[in-house]
């Protein structure tokens, strides 16, 4: 009976699936071992992840047709995960890694950010803003035009 309720309240805090692959163990204490084993992993594992992560953010490079908005959405991502595990993530860094690993077609926007601009001081947000007025500025402009056909006049989308 003992550790009957320490059982219990791992049991129903649980998923299924979980629960099923620890039925067979004897006490709360073999539960929690089993679990933590699964999850959290060794220390090899837990050192393992940070290194796996910094090799992901070291070869991080914009794609070709990405948004800016989804690339520092990625960056950001690996960055915050990088933190989670312990590491020490300035934005000096962050920001020098996108600078680095913008798509071709951001060379004179980023060329131009580094000369303009300190990158020692500039905020992930003033370097997201820059981005995205060039990103915007780079867009097709719409314009309405009025057309008349057969007797309608209808609205149509131009480029």
Not at 27 to 40: A, P, R
Not at 50 to 55: D, H, I, V
């Amino acid at each position: 009976m003992k550790g009957l309720k320490e059982k219990n309240y791992l049991f129903q805090a649980i998923d299924r699936s979980i629960l099923e692959t620890i039925l067979c163990k004897e006490t709360s204490k073999d539960i929690w071992d089993s679990m933590n084993k699964k999850y959290q992993g060794s220390n090899r594992t837990k050192r393992a992840q940070p290194q796996a992560l910094r090799k992901e953010f070291e070869m991080l490079h914009m794609k070709s047709d990405e948004s800016v908005t989804n690339y520092f959405a990625r960056t950001m991502t690996i960055a915050n995960k990088m933190c989670f595990h312990g590491g020490n993530m300035e934005d000096v860094v962050i920001v020098e890694k996108i600078l680095r690993s913008m798509a071709p077609k951001y060379n004179y926007v980023v060329c131009s950010i580094e000369e303009s601009k300190d990158v020692d001081t500039l905020s992930l947000d003033e370097l997201q803003s820059s981005l995205l007025i060039h990103e915007n500025s780079q867009q097709p402009i719409h314009h309405n035009k009025m057309v008349y056909q057969r007797g309608r006049i209808g609205q149509f989308l131009t480029w």
